[in-house]
């Protein structure tokens, strides 16, 4: 490796299974440069969450980060771990600092179909994390009377309308969203369909909201010159359809495409694709940011009811391919970046090795309820960890 991966480690389960993957995967094969962040709650309260401020500028200085899952406290946390703060979400953080776009996509393994049957790949979900109903204010009317929107330009624009003339009791929302985070969202779809070579689907509900989503529509269009000609090259599409229309399209699909939603499109729309591929265990996710850093981790958390089991002394059996794949991701995003053909090599050998072990029936306790058509194996972590070492070793043998 030329230029060190920015690694952030985490807590709980996921923290466990980091070590043991690294040293497992990933340093008997690899001559492995990171900048190490410790992200584990207990640092993060140390260090006034500085680290978590640091470890997103590394990522900004290097590109490419890999992400193990972190506690994002509430009140039991405080006293659970004696906090001094109640530190925000690190992926907020290091989101707000990026200014990416995540995708989530599943990992997908023949004996185990996802629930609509036409799937055949897996479906990318982009969802757009600024803005819309996430940042919105409301007001409760309580009696008759008039609401109005008033924008006040610093320049000189002045615009008022009335958004409904209430008789009775009634709620209101008002919501915004800008040029700015619209067009990073679009940049950032764009380029991870240039990295996956699939098409990117784009849905909004322009034809009802004219100016609000048709916004999103146009900065898409014009942002899209700027890529068509690598599209066409590539051969991969981009291509918007309302959003009801994309619904029922994405089901009758054969899956294989990066689909684009607004907030809370994107939202709801990643929990339904997800479930319906099976398992929150198999789904990666990936943040871009609009100037080409990345980011990746497992979309899944700290799996602590494993933890506290794995504390009392007791195996667990807590599935690690999301965060293998977070480092294979990683890895052969840096290979790509630094022109270094052994390291994506790598990535893709650990990812095949991963598939043959499932392929043979041995899994985590989470998939063998879903396998379908193979005599599966349930095994704990770390053996499942070291049947995907001796099949790696013999891919590189
Ligand atoms: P979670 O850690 O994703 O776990 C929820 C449940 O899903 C688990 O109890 C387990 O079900 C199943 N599961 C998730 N990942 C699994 C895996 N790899 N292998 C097997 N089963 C898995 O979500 P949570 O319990 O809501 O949150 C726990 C902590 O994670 C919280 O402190 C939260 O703040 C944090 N979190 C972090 C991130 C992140 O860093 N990106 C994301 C989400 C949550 P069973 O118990 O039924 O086996
Ligand atoms: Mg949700």
């Not at 040293?23 to 993060?44: A, S």
């Not at 929302?173 to 764009?190: E, L, V, Y």
């Not at 994506?344 to 309820?369: P, Q, R």
């Amino acid at each position: 490796m030329l230029t060190p991966l920015v690694e952030m480690d985490g807590d709980e389960m996921t923290r466990v299974l980091w070590k043991i993957i690294k040293d497992e995967l990933i340093l008997p094969f690899v001559d492995l440069k990171t900048e190490y962040y410790d992200l584990g709650l207990p640092q993060r309260d140390k260090t006034s969450d500085k680290i978590t401020v640091e470890a997103a500028e590394a990522t900004k200085k290097y590109g490419v980060a890999v992400k193990c899952a972190t506690i994002t406290p509430n009140k039991q946390r405080m006293t659970e771990y004696n906090l001094h703060e109640m530190w925000k979400s690190p992926n907020g953080t290091i989101r707000s600092i990026l200014d990416g776009t995540v995708f989530r996509t599943p990992i997908c393994i023949p004996s185990i179909k996802p629930v609509v049957k036409n799937w055949e790949k897996p479906i990318t979900i982009a969802r757009h994390a600024y803005g819309d109903v996430y940042k919105s204010v409301e007001i409760r009317a309580n009696e008759p009377g008039t609401a109005k929107m008033v924008f006040d330009g610093e320049n000189g624009q002045h615009e008022e309308v009335v958004i409904h003339q209430f008789k009775g009791a009634g709620v209101l929302q008002g919501m915004h969203n800008t040029d700015k985070s619209i067009r990073s969202f679009a940049h950032a779809c764009f380029k991870f369909a240039l990295d996956m070579r699939q098409d990117l689907w784009f849905s909004t509900k322009d034809t009802i909201s004219k100016k609000y989503d048709a916004q999103f529509r146009t900065i898409f269009d014009e942002v899209f010159t700027e890529y068509r000609e690598k599209f066409e090259q590539q051969g991969i599409a981009y291509f918007y359809t309302l959003i009801d229309d994309a619904v029922a399209r994405v089901i009758r699909s054969k899956g294989g495409f990066i689909w684009a939603c607004k907030n809370y499109d994107g939202d709801v729309m990643s929990d339904m694709v997800s479930t319906a591929f099976g398992s929150l265990a198999m789904m990666t996710s990936v943040l871009v940011s609009p100037d080409g850093n990345y980011e990746f981790e497992a979309a899944h958390g700290t799996v602590t009811r494993h933890y506290y089991k794995y504390l009392q002394g007791e195996e667990t059996s807590t599935n690690p391919m999301a965060t293998i794949f977070a480092w294979t991701g990683a890895l052969r995003k840096r290979g790509e970046l630094d022109g270094i053909a052994a390291l994506v090599e790598f990535a893709d050998n650990l990812e095949a090795a991963c598939f043959d072990t499932l392929n043979e029936g041995i899994a985590t306790k989470d998939l063998v309820s879903l396998m379908e058509g193979i005599e599966p194996t349930s095994v704990n972590s770390k053996e499942f960890i070291a049947a995907i070492r001796q099949h790696l070793e013999k891919r590189l043998a």
